[in-house]
């Protein structure tokens, strides 16, 4: 019976025994020695058979896809998911870093050529700086006073700077207060091009609390809701005429009903409109490229969905319960999450 042996790692490395299977067996251990000393250089393989002598192809032939390590074959495409994994899970990690966290994103949809949806979020992430800024800084605020309350032995007394109990309310979010196009649509500033225009970009400028969804959630949730002065400048005010925003202060018998009014207060009308231009281009690129229609724009549904209802819901969360801290975490452990939902929804 013809009986093959393990690959020799190179002829130079193992003697040429072709009739006697004793003295390959007695051999195996030093073809061990010599895989863990030299793991690195590709194998050579040859066949050795008792009998007959005839040479013939062994588990794997020259240029195969599989490689030694350790005395194990390791088959490439094992290799490579595993380090699609772990890149996509540290970039997951990278998304909970504010500011940083697009990176890896705009990256990857510029390697995919799409040129449009990467300039957009750069965009949307230059735009939007002073605002992460803000939140940052109001993070930093809350615990510096927190820790400075709990050394004094006074208890937790930290007062929101912007003069509302968040645990009671929200205020509604904006896409251009507080971003660097704020002064540019504002028809009450000097730097505002076209007054009308930018009249026009304000009344728009709402949440989807503001829109027909608010009675629908009303009926379902039986939300009700009240308004709380803030300190929180609008978006039209001016130095000689100071506005202030109110907050939205909601009741309900769930507390899902309460978070989901609270989440979407914090999403602005356009910028989900921006969102869907951004998985609409991905969409177009992935169309160009030879998908279906009707799966890319399912699959870039599902993104816009996904991202959506995380980021608004586990910030409104983190508000709720933590104040700023808890609203950049949460937006932060939102993104990281979302990351690996799109990565999934990509496969579908």
Same mark, same amino acid.
């Given at each position: 019976m013809v009986k093959p042996i393990l690959l020799a790692y190179g002829r130079e490395h193992f003697p $040429?025994? @072709? *009739?006697?299977?004793? %003295?390959?067996? @007695? =051999?195996?251990?030093?073809?061990?020695?010599?895989?863990?000393? /030299?793991?690195?250089?590709?194998?050579?393989?040859?066949?050795i058979f008792t009998s007959p002598p005839t040479l013939a192809p062994a588990?794997?032939?020259?240029?195969?896809?599989?490689?030694?390590?350790?005395?194990? #074959?390791? =088959?490439?495409? &094992?290799?490579?998911?595993?380090?699609?994994?772990?890149?996509?899970?540290?970039?997951?990690?990278?998304? &909970?870093?504010?500011?940083?966290?697009?990176?890896?994103?705009?990256?990857?949809?510029?390697?995919?050529?799409?040129y449009p949806g990467?300039?957009?979020?750069?965009?949307?992430?230059?735009?939007? #700086?002073?605002?992460?800024? /803000?939140d940052a800084i109001d993070a930093v605020d809350q615990l510096d006073k927190t820790i400075k309350t709990k050394l004094c032995g006074?208890?937790?007394?930290?007062?929101? @700077?912007?003069?509302? /109990?968040?645990?009671?309310?929200?205020?509604?979010?904006?896409? #251009?207060?507080?971003?660097?196009l704020q002064d540019y649509v504002n028809p009450n500033s000097p730097k505002c091009p076209n007054p009308k225009l930018g009249d026009w970009l304000i009344r728009q400028d709402?949440?989807?609390? /503001?829109? *027909?969804?608010?009675?629908?959630? @009303?009926?379902? #949730? *039986?939300?009700?809701?009240?308004?709380?002065?803030?300190k929180i400048k609008d978006i039209k005010s001016t130095p000689e005429k100071p506005v202030n925003i109110k907050a939205k202060s909601f009741k309900a018998p769930s507390a899902f009903g309460k978070v989901t009014a609270r989440a979407m207060?914090?999403?602005?009308?356009?910028?989900?409109?921006?969102?869907?231009?951004?998985?609409? %281009?991905?969409? $177009? =690129?992935?169309i160009k490229n030879g998908e279906k229609p009707v799966k890319?724009? =399912?699959? $870039? $549904?599902?993104?816009?969905t996904s991202t959506t209802v995380l980021t608004s819901t586990l910030g409104a969360v983190g508000f709720m319960l933590f104040g700023p801290i808890g609203s950049l975490a949460g937006i932060g452990i939102a993104s990281g999450l979302n990351y690996l939902v799109c990565k999934a929804i990509d496969k579908i």
């Open positions: $040429a025994v @072709k *009739k006697d299977l004793n %003295c390959v067996v @007695k =051999n195996l251990d030093s073809l061990n020695s010599v895989f863990q000393r /030299d793991n690195t250089r590709v194998a050579k393989p040859i066949s588990y794997a032939t020259a240029g195969s896809p599989d490689i030694i390590k350790q005395g194990n #074959f390791i =088959n490439k495409e &094992t290799v490579r998911k595993t380090e699609e994994r772990n890149r996509i899970l540290s970039n997951a990690v990278l998304e &909970t870093v504010p500011v940083f966290g697009k990176a890896p994103e705009i990256t990857e949809r510029v390697k995919s050529k799409d990467a300039g957009i979020v750069a965009s949307q992430l230059a735009l939007d #700086f002073p605002n992460l800024v /803000d006074d208890g937790y007394k930290y007062m929101y @700077k912007k003069a509302y /109990d968040f645990r009671k309310a929200q205020h509604p979010f904006s896409y #251009f207060r507080g971003t660097l709402k949440t989807l609390w /503001d829109t *027909k969804l608010r009675n629908i959630s @009303k009926q379902v #949730f *039986k939300i009700q809701e009240s308004e709380i002065k803030t207060t914090r999403v602005p009308v356009i910028g989900l409109a921006v969102s869907g231009a951004i998985e609409g %281009c991905q969409a $177009a =690129n992935e890319a724009i =399912n699959r $870039a $549904a599902l993104r816009l």
